[in-house]
Each structure stands twice: as C-alpha cells, then as structure tokens.
C-alpha cells in the first residue's frame, strides 16, 4: 500500500444521482481520474470530465479490460438492474485487480446476521460477500442511511409524503428521527476519503493519519441531518409556505404499515417492499435508524461540513415539480 491517495477511480451508474454525485466530488478534487462504465450506445448524461468506456455486462473480458489500472471501484445500480448483474461486476474486478469496491449497498448499518423478513441486511451481506468472493478486493460499505431527497420526493410509499397534493401520512406521531444524507454529501465523503493516503502512518505511531486501509472491509457511516417526518413537514412549510391546514395529515401505526407492506409484497406490489422497508427504519425498535445519534460516524474524519435542511427540501420540491420519475422507462 501507498501513502499516496487512490487516484484511478472507476464507477458503474455514473450517470445516475449516486454514481454522478461520486464522480462530480471526484473531479472538483484535482487528485483523480474517474472512468465511468456505461453501456454501449447509452444517451446518459455525465459530468464533464468524466472518462467513459463502453462495456457488456455480459462480456467479462469487456469488463476486465475496462478496469484493468483502477484502483478503485464504486457501483451504482438502477433498481431494474438483474439480480447476478452486481456479482459479474465485482468478478470481473478482481480480475482486473481492482483492490477496492464500495458496493451496491447503501443504505443503513446492518448487523452481522439478518432477521428471515429483513431483506434490505441480507440484500447488503450478499453485496459486500460478493467482494469478498473474488479474493482480490476489499469491500468499504458507504452507510450513508436513506438519501433524503429520494425518498421525500418519490411518494407516500416512501417517508410518506405526496408533495404536489400537499399529503402525509404520519407513521405513528410522525417524530421518530432517522439518520439520513443528500447525494452530494455522500459524494463529498467518497472524494474525502479517496483523498487520504491509502496507507497511514506505520504501525506503532501515536499519531496515525486517517487512511483508505482504516476503512478496509468496513463500513464508512457518514450523515446528513437526523429529522423525523415532523422535522420534513416543517422544512416543507418553510420552502412553500404552507401550514399544517394546508396539507391533508393522516396517521398509521407503523408496525401496520410493516406488516401490510411485506404482505403487499409478497402478492406482487413492488411498492409494498417501499412500505415495508422505510416502516422498519421508522420502527422504534429499530437499533440503527438513528446511527448519527447513537455511533460515531466518519464526518469529522472526512470534514464533511453541515448542511442545510431547507436547501435540501428546496432541490427535492424542484425535483417533483419538474416531474421528476427514476422509475421512467
């Protein structure tokens, strides 16, 4: 390992709200190369700088080729993608001799074993085991909880707003807070920690620097704001000028919501996994929905700055007013 920083970046959905986030921090930093793997003849959009090698999923000497020199690997998949799509990826970069990948799994810290129901940790344990599969790399898990902008905009299914029909629906009071972050602050913690030498002082120093390796085959958590859906409500009232009387404001046990959403989703309504997924974080058994509250986190080693909730809630009302739709074909 080097003291030096990992300058040679690769990303799998550059052009996706993630994957551009990562690549957009990556280039304002001066200190590296970002290639983004796309498919080929793809019309996404990527940020300015940003190197682009076409590739086959399908086609592991097309991937190997394509990552061979990298030293790092970030991936960001579409919820469309094919379930083995993540381990070809990840195959393929050992291969090519990638040492690093963040994986497909953002999200929240996950225990070291999952409940039967608990989809989302064992969705994270296979990810981060497909890394340590290909007997190369080393996985670093970014914790970044759910982002906020996502999951305000896209509907009641998720933190329970309709924003343009001015609706909530309160899961119990509505004020249990949860750990959540923007995009651009899960970019900027990937540039920063790319941004540390690979390797930090030697062993038996009492003054170690942070480093890459500190986070080898761990798990980086890093946040945004702590707020409960009355905390969102608020910010909205602030960046539209509402009230309460504004908005029609419903209430549902959350061990409902749980229970019917995994229900749902058994019987094939894709947004009953939303519902039962967002329902388990605002559980109050829930032991890590709040991780910034209760663990220390990377911020400060990172200098992540605070942010903003009100610009935050700003960009995600310009989002869904635009009408904005991930899930458009």
């Not at 290909?134 to 670093?140: A, T, Y």
């Not at 080898?216 to 409500?233: E, H, N, Y």
């Not at 749980?258 to 559980?283: C, H, P, T």
Request: aromatic share 8%; glycine share 10%.
């Amino acid at each position: 390992m080097s003291a030096a920083p990992l300058s040679k970046v690769a990303i799998v959905g550059a052009s996706g709200r993630i994957g551009g986030a990562f690549a957009k921090a990556l280039l304002q930093t001066g200190k590296h190369s970002v290639t983004a793997l796309t498919r080929a003849g793809s019309k996404s959009k990527l940020p300015a700088g940003v190197k682009v090698i076409e590739v086959d999923y399908e086609d592991e000497p097309s991937l190997v080729a394509a990552l061979k020199g990298h030293q790092f690997l970030a991936i960001s998949l579409g919820v469309s993608a094919a379930h083995d799509v993540h381990a070809k990826i990840v195959t393929a970069a050992g291969k090519a001799g990638v040492p690093y990948i963040m994986p497909n799994a953002y999200g929240y810290p996950t225990s070291d074993k999952a409940r039967p129901d608990d989809m989302y940790t064992q969705v994270v344990h296979d990810r981060v085991n497909d890394v340590a599969s290909n007997g190369v790399s080393s996985s670093i898990v970014l914790a970044c909880g759910f982002w906020y902008e996502w999951s305000l905009g896209l509907g009641e299914a998720w933190f329970g707003f309709t924003i343009k029909d001015r609706k909530v629906t309160f899961f119990d009071d509505g004020k249990r807070v949860i750990t959540v972050s923007t995009w651009d602050q899960c970019g900027r913690a990937l540039a920063a920690l790319l941004s540390l030498p690979e390797s930090g002082a030697s062993s038996g120093s009492a003054a170690a620097a942070p480093s890459v390796a500190d986070f080898k085959g761990k798990t980086l958590a890093i946040s945004s704001f702590r707020v409960s859906q009355r905390d969102m409500l608020d910010s909205l009232h602030r960046v539209l000028g509402t009230t309460d009387a504004d908005w029609e404001i419903t209430h549902e046990p959350t061990a409902k919501r749980v229970r019917e959403g995994g229900r749902d989703f058994q019987n094939g309504d894709r947004m009953g996994f939303a519902r039962k997924l967002y329902g388990d974080i605002f559980s109050a058994d829930n032991e890590v929905s709040d991780y910034a509250g209760t663990q220390q986190t990377a911020d400060k080693v990172l200098g992540l700055p605070r942010e903003d909730l009100d610009e935050a809630t700003r960009r995600t009302v310009e989002m869904v007013e635009s009408g904005w739709n991930p899930f458009a074909v």
